[in-house]
């Protein structure tokens, strides 16, 4: 074993040491582009595993695995993994490595060399996942679990790692001051709350932001007849102009002011009210009255 291969700790994680030697020896300089923010502390893996409740009987989907700190820890469970990675020099090298820590779960690992935004839902690569675990870059991750979400329903639940910022938007509640688009359209498929949060000292390199854990659980999406596309229109039109009352922030996607209000009343919502009172549900019946509004 050259010593810019990893080591075989008795944990079966990679130590620091280790990642910035695999990172040496496969030339990779982490990028803000791909949001590449490489977690050092096998504490914190130990932790998002235990959190994330992952058993052998899950097969979990990692999206960026980067240089595997991660999917070691969520192998040390038993489950199956499915790791997608959209850096091809971190895709091909993967295997290896983990056939280097832990060979008796290279096995139970699968590497997919795709843009997680791209993969469809009937991708046989991906299968079945069960949950999403992962250290979501920070630059696309409310849009990868989205897609997630929406593509992959046999998905239970999620844990992911985020930008502190972004975990609070994604577990805000209706009324508060983070509530947001993306606190409604995680609520159409699931319960989200915080879990905790990360230091920046577990990080290669450090980040100039805090992180912060978000646990997702699925749930049915509202009883509504309106359609997931349309209701998340409401959204988007609702959240535009934060500041604007929803009879004026819905104007566009009404036609007028006069049809936004209509539809609203129809709905049984207070027109001067803003979106950030509204949850997913209220959204949804705003959408079905689209043909009010039209």
Do not use: C
């Amino acid at each position: 074993m050259t010593p810019s291969e990893p080591t075989a700790p008795e944990a079966g994680l990679l130590t620091p040491s280790d990642v910035r030697a695999l990172a040496a020896r496969l030339d990779v300089r982490p990028t803000k582009a791909l949001g590449q923010n490489f977690v050092l502390d096998g504490g914190t893996i130990r932790r998002i595993v235990r959190v994330a409740e992952v058993t052998e009987a899950d097969r979990v989907l990692e999206v960026g695995p980067g240089l595997g700190s991660l999917t070691l820890g969520l192998l040390a469970t038993g489950a199956e993994v499915v790791a997608v990675e959209i850096d091809s020099r971190l895709a091909a090298a993967l295997p290896g490595t983990v056939a280097t820590i832990a060979p008796a779960a290279a096995p139970r690992l699968q590497v997919v060399h795709a843009d997680a935004m791209t993969i469809p839902a009937d991708d046989p690569r991906i299968g079945a996942p069960t949950t999403l675990v992962a250290n979501l870059p920070y630059n696309v991750a409310v849009p990868v679990l989205l897609h997630a979400l929406a593509t992959l329903p046999s998905l239970a639940s999620a844990l992911v790692m985020v930008q502190a910022e972004v975990a609070d938007r994604l577990a805000a509640p209706p009324g508060s001051r983070t509530y947001g688009v993306p606190s409604a359209k995680a609520a159409w498929y699931t319960h989200a709350t915080r879990a905790g949060s990360v230091s920046r000292s577990v990080f290669w390199p450090v980040p100039n932001v805090d992180s912060a854990l978000v646990r997702l659980v699925r749930r049915e999406p509202p009883t509504t007849t309106a359609t997931r596309e349309a209701t998340f229109a409401v959204v988007d039109a609702a959240f535009a102009q934060r500041r604007k009352t929803l009879r004026a922030a819905l104007t566009g996607w009404a036609g007028s002011a006069d049809k936004a209000e209509a539809a609203l009343r129809a709905a049984g919502i207070d027109p001067s009210l803003r979106g950030e009172r509204l949850d997913i549900t209220q959204f949804a019946a705003i959408a079905e009255q689209r043909d009010v509004a039209g």
